[in-house]
């Protein structure tokens, strides 16, 4: 993929999902390279406020015109908020996925679960290993 | 002539690949016992022999255009127009396969459109997939995408006791092994909507009534979906097509989901079908429905097409984690039952429909002036009622077929151990006036000749 945008604040899994850490809470979304896999996104189904999920569980399902993918959270941890917007334009995943296209906000059960996810240059050498 | 194209050398190449020496050791699993049981065939026939015999056998068989017929209980006689099978046996429609291919599937992807449309109409819902199996299969589907929408936290699934007992067995059996609480059908009958209510909890799931319910009582439901909604969980409408020439749709009384056998229209008696399993739901809800979808759609040129629509949901894409592994809709019979309603038309249905109510209620009155006979009229009825028989319903039965020719009702005795002599009889357009007088005699006759 051309271009593809890395948030360097973010960290990632090997599933193509983002999460930035602020504080003890967590902010999850799909990278670029997820939505540009998946093309146009046309459904996004989100969890309850209050659901609480384990590391690697499906929270969160995008369906595009290809196909609909699982989300699994990146660690494990409490639904605070979910991005009711994008019930109404699904398109943003397509368009900013780092940003108006956050899935969502949860808190982190176990920090020390993030250790297990990859930093920005070591997702950008995954994702180029998977174009070769 | 063999049919079988495999030679010893391919089955022999076939064994080697996979890596054991016989046939026979495929079947190791088996218990020794079954593995091959001995089949006690008579010797072999010629096709012309075949056919005589299988003639002569089909020939004992009593049928429905020979003996008036007043068994309902699910499945149902009415007249099917000779357009219906015309239509029906074309080329062009003449296949059970699915339309994955737009390019070549435009006229049965649009009849398809069409029937999704009548069920819509009919029932007062908003989306209405392509069919299923049957009510049965439907309503268990209707289940399981409760328990979806739900996301699987809602464990609870109330059951009407006057929902068809076989429909209660299949959504037992699909749902098998799933941990479910389902309640609400518990032998001590209690067809008392309260009685159902007062079981919903925040774990209910969903929660399932039949109108007409299975003792043909036309169900009260206003008001239910309410009740249904301030848990959370969502209100599944089992009904009859053609009693909604007559009744409100469920959709206009907030059912969530609305499913039922299309059989009785144009489709036939067949024993162990192939019938028709009707499903609609609301729109909101549209991604959590099982089976085939077909959507209206332009072209690049802007020119009306039909294609399958969402198919995210369905297995060939979502692989286990599809709405349900069975996609397999009823093509045919769903292009018979939307030929019948076309042939019908708006006020043709409404027509039908009175016709067995007024029929029904003719012979229910008739009934209920028998001595020792007396019709359940605690409820409205649409064209099946129950009748409290002085004599087993069995031995009234083969009275009425043997003396009579007169195929009777259902015994109610069979699913419901405390209605022993009751007896669930259906009157649909096809039956004449004689006819019931008819039954009428002879059931005056048998409580003299069967109950003495």
């Given at each position: 993929m051309r271009n593809m945008k890395i948030d360097p604040n973010c960290r990632y899994t090997q599933d193509h999902e983002w999460i930035r850490v602020e504080g003890d809470e967590g902010v999850v979304g799909i990278t670029d390279y997820a939505q540009d896999q998946l093309s146009d996104v046309v459904y996004v189904e989100l969890p309850e406020v209050g659901d609480t999920f384990e590391q690697g569980e499906v929270f969160a399902t995008v369906e595009s015109v290809k196909a609909a993918s699982d989300i699994y959270l990146p660690v494990g941890g409490k639904i605070?908020?979910?991005?009711?917007e994008l019930e109404d334009s699904p398109e943003l995943v397509n368009q900013d996925p780092f940003g108006a296209a956050w899935l969502v906000r949860i808190a982190i059960a176990?920090?020390?679960?993030?250790?297990?996810l990859m930093d920005a240059e070591t997702y950008r050498s995954y994702v180029e290993s998977l174009d070769h | 002539m063999s049919y079988i194209p495999h030679t010893e050398a391919d089955r022999a190449e076939m064994l080697a690949a996979i890596g054991?020496?016989?046939?026979?050791?495929?079947?190791?699993?088996?218990p020794a016992a079954c593995r091959f049981p001995t089949l006690n065939l008579p010797e072999p026939l010629s096709e012309m022999e075949i056919l005589a015999e299988l003639e002569a056998m089909s020939e004992e068989n009593l049928d429905v255009g020979h003996y008036p017929c007043f068994l309902g209980a699910g499945a149902y006689h009415h007249y099917v127009p000779r357009v219906v099978d015309h239509l029906l046996s074309r080329s062009e429609f003449?296949?059970?396969?699915?339309?994955?291919?737009?390019e070549i599937s435009q006229g049965t992807l649009q009849s398809i459109f069409e029937y999704q449309s009548m069920i819509c109409a009919l029932t007062g819902m908003e989306v209405a997939n392509a069919?299923?199996?049957?009510g049965a299969t439907s309503t268990a589907e209707a289940v399981i995408m409760a328990l979806s929408v739900g996301r699987g936290k809602r464990r609870r699934v109330i059951l009407s006791p006057t929902l068809h007992p076989e429909y209660r067995a299949v959504v037992r059996t699909y749902t098998r092994g799933m941990e479910l609480e389902i309640?609400?059908?518990?032998?001590?009958?209690?067809?008392?909507?309260e009685a159902l209510i007062s079981l919903?909890?925040?774990?209910?799931a969903c929660l399932i009534v039949q109108?007409?319910?299975?003792?043909g009582q036309i169900e009260d439901l206003t008001g239910l979906a309410d009740r249904v909604h301030a848990v959370g969980a969502m209100l599944i409408v089992v009904t009859e097509p053609v009693s909604l020439g007559l009744l409100r749709p469920p959709g206009d009384y907030g059912a969530d989901i609305v499913v039922g056998e299309g059989?009785?229209?144009?489709?036939?008696?067949n024993f162990g079908g192939p019938y028709l399993g009707f499903f609609a739901c609301r729109e909101k809800d549209v991604r959590k429905m099982a089976g085939r979808l077909v959507g209206q759609t332009v072209d690049a040129e802007g020119r009306r097409g039909f294609v399958l629509t969402?198919?995210?949901?369905e297995q060939h894409i979502?692989?286990?984690?599809?709405?349900?592994?069975i996609c397999t809709n009823e093509a045919l019979c769903a292009l018979a039952m939307a030929i019948h309603l076309a042939a019908l038309g708006k006020t043709g249905l409404r027509t039908l429909a009175e016709l067995c109510y007024h029929k029904a209620h003719y012979a229910a009155g008739r009934i209920a002036s028998l001595e020792g006979y007396r019709v359940w009229n605690d409820r409205p009825f649409f064209h099946e009622f129950v009748v409290h028989c002085p004599a087993p319903v069995v031995a009234i039965n083969d009275y009425l077929l043997e003396e009579w020719g007169l195929i009777g009702g259902y015994d109610l005795e069979r699913d419901y151990?405390?209605?022993?002599n009751h007896m669930l009889l259906c009157v649909t357009e096809v039956i004449r006036r004689q006819e019931i007088e008819a039954l009428v005699e002879a059931l005056d006759e048998a409580r003299k000749e069967v109950a003495a």
């Open positions: 605070l908020e979910v991005n009711e176990d920090l020390s679960e993030l250790d297990s | 054991v020496a016989r046939v026979e050791d495929l079947f190791h699993d088996v003449y296949t059970a396969y699915t339309p994955y291919q737009p069919s299923h199996y049957d309640v609400g059908d518990e032998p001590a009958l209690n067809t008392d909507l919903l909890d925040p774990n209910t109108t007409p319910n299975f003792f059989q009785g229209l144009g489709n036939g008696l969402l198919s995210t949901r979502r692989r286990e984690k599809a709405t349900s592994n151990p405390h209605l022993a």
